[in-house]
T-cell receptor, first 109, second 114 residues
Framework: SQQGEEDPQALSIQEGENATMNCSYKTSINNLQWYRQNSGRGLVHLILIRSNEREKHSGRLRVTLDTSKKSSSLLITASRAADTASYFCATANDYKLSFGAGTTVTVRA | KAGVTQTPRYLIKTRGQQVTLSCSPISGHRSVSWYQQTPGQGLQFLFEYFSETQRNKGNFPGRFSGRQFSNSRSEMNVSTLELGDSALYLC?????????????FGDGTRLSIL
């Protein structure tokens, strides 16, 4: 079963703009992870944020975690065509990892 | 460092047959997980192996099985194939703990059932 739910399901932005997607979940978690998947490829790990952390950065990526609201957001700044992909959040709880349905991001040139 | 390697990349089978998929994890990684990805169900966890033992299992029928060898390589077997088994099967490896460490995915095996 999928615990994390991403919002929106799809996002289309212009190159150079920022993209924000959200992940909501239902039960307590140990950590939350974000992955990217390009068409026809496997998933690539982006960021892992633990339940006692509130924000993490990696290059143009910024992830926030609000455990009181059971939600996380992924911000991609200054988007590029190469950022076109599906983005998944995964929640870890009791040694189980559950993936959401993903957000499809299209970056227009 | 070589990434996670899955073979074969594409496979076509007919209903009732069985299939074996292979996964070679990143060197030094001892945890190997398998996922099924379909447009309708998304990414579904199949099972995780660590040190040749199945440590976690998802909600799939017994037709889906796997094993891990002493060199951490893993295989997944699906018997009595059904049309609904058509999917992208992804393997991922992590150092020791698939839920608390980044997972490294292979590019998957695309299985089509006719």
């Amino acid at each position: 079963s999928q615990q994390g739910e991403e919002d929106p399901q799809a996002l289309s932005i212009q190159e150079g703009e920022n993209a924000t997607m959200n992940c909501s979940y239902k039960t307590s978690i140990n950590n939350l992870q974000w992955y990217r998947q390009n068409s026809g490829r496997g998933l690539v790990h982006l960021i892992l944020i633990r339940s006692n952390e509130r924000e993490k950065h990696s290059g143009r990526l910024r992830v926030t975690l609000d455990t009181s609201k059971k939600s996380s957001s992924l911000l991609i700044t200054a988007s590029r065509a190469a950022d076109t992909a599906s983005y998944f959040c995964a929640t870890a709880n009791d040694y189980k990892l559950s993936f959401g349905a993903g957000t499809t991001v299209t970056v227009r040139a | 460092k070589a990434g996670v390697t899955q073979t074969p990349r594409y496979l076509i089978k007919t209903r009732g047959q069985q299939v074996t998929l292979s996964c070679s994890p990143i060197s030094g990684h001892r945890s190997v997980s398998w996922y099924q990805q379909t447009p309708g169900q998304g990414l579904q966890f199949l099972f995780e192996y660590f040190s040749e033992t199945q440590r976690n299992k998802g909600n799939f029928p017994g037709r889906f099985s796997g094993r891990q060898f002493s060199n951490s390589r893993s295989e997944m077997n699906v018997s009595t194939l059904e049309l609904g088994d058509s999917a992208l099967y992804l393997c991922a490896s992590s150092l020791t703990d698939y839920s608390n460490q980044p997972q490294h995915f292979g590019d998957g095996t695309r299985l089509s059932i006719l």
